[in-house]
Structure formats: structure tokens, C-alpha cells
């Protein structure tokens, strides 16, 4: 076996090369994964940008898809060229966070066992999946097996994109009947819209620009699409609801325009789902947080994590509830990751999100 592998490594803001490792050492609780697909998120444009520090000489990407190469001493329950995936959030499974059910702040480590983001290892305080190999700490927590009949494809979003998504319909505690909006329609905010319509919200209406995007949208679950190039979105859903406004809104972009947006859109007593990545302080209008007195519930989702998230999610998938095949636009091989990147960053081509192969 080669003792070196290619990843892709984060030097400083604005700059990124796809360099050469050694291949990760596997300890008993770990296993080595050889990634078959991956792709680059949002958050990676965040990291190459410098709106979110990481440490220089990272292997970024969160996002794997794989066949176990080794596994640790101590790993039970898998064998060696099983297909798995790993969420982009991998909790120890032991910590006072992860046993309160909150994967995502896992402290594992710290006296009281909470440490926000904490759960998000991969790409952030670890080595991350765009790389030949990826390993995985607390494997018996994180690893699971893809179901068979399942394509990498159909896969490639569990780990983040679908569970985020997801989370932010969950969180935002959507009831049967419900009518919710969703501001902007990338991948993460077309997988909140699908995940919306899955809880059984009556009707979605979707924010969004780029026809591409709405044609989705639509797809997805959206029974209206508000351009807001056109007219104000806030104005549109008070006009779609009748005045009422949404019960519920997922702001899915990270921007104080769009955060504005989604509160100024949920009616009394409603929710505002923020599932975005902000890069500078927000705002809160006095007014549309009527003085603090609206009974409005503001809900922050990190994308849940563990083997049992990734299995529910890939078991959506598989019961055809959900179709993610058209979220991939773009296919590249690992030597062509500065290419991706550059298309991604910049939004070029209709992109949404990009498959990438080793």
C-alpha cells in the first residue's frame, strides 16, 4: 500500500492547492475510509475566504462517500470494502452533549462535555474528505453503511446537505398544516423545502432569483416561487398568506438581508429556522421583533450528525420521499479540484453542487 495520498489543503485565505499527505494511521476506535466521491460545500467557499479560520495545512471538505480501506482494533459491527458514509458532524457518542442528543456541540474532552460546533470535525479541526483518505475518528458512532441499490450520487448529500436541510424544517418545528417560507434556494435551502413538504407543511412558498433554481424549487416542494429581484419577498408572502404570514421561515443563505426577510415574514408566535453561516454580526429590527414582545421563536440548527441521522436519511432517499439527483451539476476528478472550486465559488454555469472523484 502507498504510504502517501493527494488531499486537498488549505495554506491561507484565498488559497488552496491539492498537495500530497501520508496516509492516516488508524487507531482503535478509528477506521481509514478510501473516499469514492465527495464534493465542496458552501461553508468550504467560507473557509477558502477566510470568513471562517481554520488552522493552514487543513484538508478541508465534509462531505464523504467511501469504501472502508482499515479498520481500528477496537471497531466492531463493519468489514473492510463495506460502502459507508459519515455525516459532515461526527460525535464521539460518549460526551454529555452527544447523550443529551445534541451531536453537533459534542465536548468530548472538555470537563462538562459541550464545546459549540465541537461535533463538526472534519474540514474544521481534523483533516477532512476531499483527499484520496479520509480517516474517521469514533467510527462505531459515525459509520454508516450505504444501503445497496443506492449510488454514490444518491448518497453524496446525506452528510450535509440533506441532514441540514432537514434540521432546519425540524427545528423549526413544523406541524401538519403549516404554511412556511423559505429564503433562497441553493442546496441547503432546496433540501429545507423537501424536507418542509416531508413534515407535511400545506404550503411553501420559496424565495429565490435564479430561474434554475425555482424550476427545482418547484420540484422540490415549493407551490410558489417569490423572485425577489421582482418585488419585495416580504410584501409577496403577506399577500400569498393573506396578511397572517408564515408560520414558520428558514432562512437558508446567512445573509442580515435574508434573516431580515424571514423575520419580517413569520406571523405572531411564529418561528424563524436560521440554518446560515454568518460572517459579520446581525441585527435584529426593533420592529419586526415587535420590542421583543411577538412571542417569536428564533432556532439556529448545526446539521445533525451520527451513523443513525446518516441511515435515516439514506432510508429517504431509498423509499424514492426524496430525490437528490438533480443538486449535482458538475463532475470533476480530485486533480481537477482547483477548477471546482473556482466554478463553485463564483456560481458559474448553473451550478449547485459538484461530484468529486479521486
Not at 415549493?222 to 423572485?227: E, F, L, M, T
Request: negative net charge; contains cysteine; hydrophobic residues 40%.
Amino acid at each position: 500500500m502507498a504510504s502517501k495520498m493527494r488531499a486537498t489543503i488549505f495554506l491561507e485565505p484565498g488559497r488552496l492547492v491539492l498537495g500530497e499527505k501520508p496516509i492516516p494511521e488508524v487507531g482503535p476506535l478509528d477506521a481509514l475510509i478510501r473516499i469514492t466521491t465527495t464534493t465542496i460545500c458552501g461553508t468550504d467557499i467560507h473557509i477558502l475566504k477566510g470568513e471562517y479560520p481554520v488552522a493552514a495545512g487543513l484538508t478541508i471538505g465534509h462531505e464523504p462517500v467511501g469504501v472502508i480501506d482499515k479498520l481500528g482494533s477496537a471497531v466492531r459491527g463493519y468489514t473492510e470494502g463495506q460502502r459507508v458514509i459519515a455525516g459532515a458532524i461526527t460525535p464521539s457518542g460518549w460526551s454529555n452533549a452527544s447523550l443529551d442528543g445534541c451531536h453537533a456541540q459534542c465536548g468530548a474532552g472538555t470537563a462538562h462535555g459541550w464545546k459549540a460546533i465541537g461535533g463538526w470535525r472534519f474540514g474544521n479541526t481534523i483533516d477532512g474528505a476531499q483527499a484520496d483518505y479520509l480517516l474517521v475518528p469514533d467510527a462505531m458512532a459515525n459509520l454508516a453503511p450505504i444501503p445497496d441499490g443506492l449510488t454514490d450520487e444518491q448518497v453524496l448529500m446525506c452528510p450535509d446537505i440533506l441532514s441540514t436541510g432537514f434540521g432546519g424544517a425540524e427545528a423549526g418545528k413544523i406541524r401538519i398544516g403549516d404554511t412556511v417560507a423559505v429564503f433562497a434556494q441553493g442546496p441547503i435551502g432546496l433540501c429545507a423545502t423537501a424536507g418542509a413538504r416531508l413534515m407535511g407543511a400545506a404550503e411553501i412558498i420559496a424565495v429565490e432569483s435564479v430561474p434554475e433554481r425555482a424550476a427545482i424549487s418547484r420540484r422540490m416542494g415549493a407551490d410558489h416561487v417569490v423572485d425577489f429581484t421582482k418585488e419585495d419577498p416580504v410584501s409577496a408572502i403577506q399577500r400569498i398568506t393573506k396578511g397572517r404570514g408564515v408560520d414558520v421561515a428558514i432562512e437558508a443563505l446567512g445573509r442580515q438581508q435574508t434573516f431580515e426577510w424571514a423575520l419580517r415574514s413569520i406571523r405572531p408566535g411564529g418561528t424563524l429556522s436560521s440554518l446560515g453561516v454568518y460572517s459579520e454580526d446581525l441585527k435584529i429590527p426593533l420592529d419586526a421583533f415587535a420590542a421583543g414582545l411577538g412571542d417569536h421563536r428564533i432556532v439556529t440548527t448545526l446539521c445533525p450528525g451520527g451513523k443513525e441521522r446518516m441511515r435515516r436519511l439514506m432510508a429517504t432517499v431509498a423509499s424514492g420521499r426524496v430525490d437528490t439527483g438533480a443538486l449535482v451539476t458538475h463532475h470533476f476528478g480530485l486533480e481537477d479540484i482547483e477548477t471546482a472550486y473556482d466554478l463553485f465559488g463564483h456560481q458559474r454555469d448553473g451550478v449547485l453542487k459538484v461530484a468529486i472523484r479521486p
